[in-house]
């Protein structure tokens, strides 16, 4: 089995920037792709950011040019930084992986516990 245990959320203004750390244990050589969830109240659960194990990013339109996804191979941990963040990015952050090459939809096999991030003056 693989745990995944996320850190870094918080409160944050508008505008400001927040750090996502994913840290990865257990089976990790299981692990290729990575990526970020976030899940707002009432709404639908939107992939928002993946990176393979070879550093290959892809990411949501509604956060292209202000998130930016990476990883430590050697850390066993996924990054999310978030930059000029918006109140409609408040929503609870989850870390996720795949065994498969790349993560899309939701073919992820593990799973964190999520971490709150809210935007608000």
């Known amino acids: 089995q693989v745990q995944l245990v996320e850190s870094?959320?918080?409160l944050v203004q508008p505008g400001g920037s927040l750090r996502l750390s994913c840290a990865a244990s257990g089976k990790i050589f299981s692990i290729n792709a990575m990526g970020w969830y976030r899940q707002a109240p009432?709404?639908?659960r939107e992939l928002v950011a993946t990176v393979t194990r070879g550093g290959s990013t892809n990411y949501a339109d509604s956060v292209k040019?202000?998130?930016?996804?990476?990883r430590d191979n050697a850390k066993n941990t996924v990054y999310l930084q978030m930059?000029?963040?918006?109140?409609?990015?408040?929503?609870?952050?989850?870390?996720?992986?795949?065994?498969r090459l790349v993560l899309v939809g939701t073919g992820y096999d593990y799973w964190g516990q999520g971490t709150q991030v809210t935007v608000a003056s």
Do not use: H, M
């Open 42 to 44: 009432g709404k639908q």
């Open 8 to 10: 870094g959320g918080g």
């Open 65 to 70: 040019g202000r998130f930016t996804i990476s």
């Open 83 to 99: 930059n000029s963040l918006k109140p409609e990015d408040t929503a609870v952050y989850y870390c996720a992986a795949t065994k």
